[in-house]
């Protein structure tokens, strides 16, 4: 089962270049399911034991199972879709001596600059097209060892600029080409259209490496983007396996993250408060009854973790370990929206699923990040557990984890679709 389900992961990752790739193979994954897509623009008519997904901007999707007309809770899962990487600028080609051509990128995340240099890279994203009456998008993924940001041989400096943080608007554009390379031209040509046609476009470099199973007795996984592509992955293929006669389960991927949360499809918008809003409407619910059923259920918010790092150990936490392949981590901090009783919650349904936890506390000289729990929770205010799973090297181009969590979090997750919530205070009886 791990063979088959760690080859799967690096299939969506290989898949999912940017966030709005990411939807499209989520969207896929649901398709064949037999899943009803429906339009924000529309209204909408459930059907009870059917399933449906809904998208919004080019990298948010949410998807749930409508169980029936008086069903009791929701039951979330809401992993992020997008990396850090680098974003393309407008008007990207720089020349250069008329020898060479760079391409004008910004930086999209916390990304760790250095780590991007002397390595392949490709392009992906979405172009907008002109058409008769109006305009489309339009997915693009060059797929191939397009760029290279090459870095300065250290004989070349000596005043130690190798040694210095990179300047991202000099030090870490990509070089495409000789003097008359155009990324809109390749864009355009494998996307089979005119160049004069694309009216803009949301275009992102990324490591296309594939992932690999590594370690002495290969007990670790490396890849791409696996913050958070494998709790999108786990999210995903957890939810299509599971079944909740009483619970509406639902799986909301959702985009920028990494920037912050702010855009019309992040978790600061009303996109999960809508879709819950409006499948209690088509439930014929009042006011008290979608509160009771926001209150009732649960949402995990799931983002990759940090492990102890072999090289830098005295990072962590002094008390509160992890480590690759010992199980979820359950992530408590005032910058998390994990509370007490939410995290007894999910060590309980873990514990009787036979899947190991490990609770993970910032250093407190070294605080680290959110993630989007506590701002999905400001307009969803549902119970809330923030979890992950431990690795290495995050918002690297290249990352580590332990290629048995990975089956730790997808059977937690299918665990937790399949449980039922009885909350009484802060008591909850699971089910």
Same mark, same amino acid.
């Given at each position: 089962m791990t063979d088959q389900l760690t080859n799967r992961l690096f299939d969506f990752i290989e898949s999912s270049p940017t966030s709005c790739h990411a939807v499209n193979a989520v969207r896929a994954m649901l398709l064949q399911q037999g899943f009803t897509e429906l339009a924000e623009t529309q209204p909408w008519r459930l059907v009870p034991g059917q399933g449906y997904f809904a998208t919004r901007g080019p990298g948010s999707i949410i998807a749930f199972r409508y169980p029936k007309n008086d069903f009791k809770a929701f039951s979330i899962v809401a992993p992020h879709s997008d990396s850090p990487c680098f974003k393309v600028k407008g008007s990207p080609?720089?020349?250069?001596?008329? @020898?060479?051509?760079? !391409?004008?990128?910004?930086?999209?995340?916390?990304?760790? =600059?250095?780590?991007?240099?002397?390595?392949?890279?490709?392009?992906?994203?979405? !172009?907008v097209i002109r058409t008769e009456d109006g305009v489309r998008a339009q997915l693009l &993924?060059? @797929?191939?060892? =397009?760029?290279?940001?090459?870095?300065? #041989?250290?004989?070349?400096?000596?005043?130690?600029?190798?040694? #210095?943080?990179?300047?991202?608007?000099?030090?870490?554009?990509? =070089?495409?080409g000789g003097e008359e390379a155009d990324l809109l031209s390749l864009a355009a040509g494998r996307a089979g259209v005119a160049k004069e046609d694309i009216l803009d476009y949301d275009l992102y470099l990324y490591n296309r490496a594939r992932g690999a199973v590594l370690g002495g007795g290969a007990e670790f996984i490396a890849a791409p983007r696996l913050d958070d592509l494998e709790c999108v992955f786990s999210a995903v293929t957890a939810f299509l396996q599971s079944e909740n006669q009483e619970n509406c389960m639902v799986c909301a991927v959702l985009d920028n993250e990494e920037t912050g949360s702010m855009t019309r499809q992040g978790a600061n918008s009303t996109f999960l408060e809508d879709v819950i809003g409006r499948v209690c409407l088509c439930a014929g619910m009042g006011e008290q009854a979608r509160q009771a059923a926001i209150q009732g259920g649960m949402l995990l918010s799931a983002d990759n973790a940090h492990a102890v790092h072999p090289n830098y150990p005295e990072k962590a936490d002094p008390s509160s370990r992890c480590y690759l392949n010992e199980g979820v981590v359950i992530k408590h901090s005032?910058?998390?929206?994990?509370?007490?009783?939410?995290?007894?919650?999910?060590?309980?349904?873990?514990?009787?699923?036979?899947?190991?936890?490990? &609770?993970?506390?910032? @250093?407190?000289?070294?605080?680290?990040?959110?993630?989007?729990? =506590?701002?999905?929770?400001? @307009?969803?205010?549902?119970?809330?557990? &923030?979890?992950?799973?431990a690795q290495l090297a995050m918002h690297s181009p290249y990352e580590t984890a332990g290629r048995d969590d990975l089956k730790h979090m997808v059977n937690a997750m299918t665990a937790f679709y399949n449980s039922v919530f009885a909350w009484q205070g802060n008591s909850c009886r699971i089910g």
């Open positions: 080609e720089m020349r250069v001596e008329k @020898h060479y051509t760079k !391409l004008n990128t910004e930086v999209y995340g916390g990304m760790v =600059l250095n780590l991007w240099l002397d390595r392949p890279l490709s392009v992906a994203g979405r !172009l &993924d060059l @797929h191939s060892d =397009l760029l290279i940001i090459p870095s300065l #041989a250290p004989h070349m400096s000596r005043g130690g600029e190798a040694g #210095a943080k990179p300047d991202p608007q000099k030090d870490t554009l990509p =070089l495409l005032t910058r998390y929206a994990t509370d007490g009783v939410s995290a007894g919650v999910f060590k309980r349904i873990c514990e009787k699923a036979g899947v190991p936890v490990q &609770d993970f506390y910032n @250093h407190s000289s070294n605080p680290g990040g959110g993630t989007l729990g =506590l701002i999905s929770g400001s @307009h969803v205010s549902i119970p809330t557990v &923030d979890i992950g799973l």
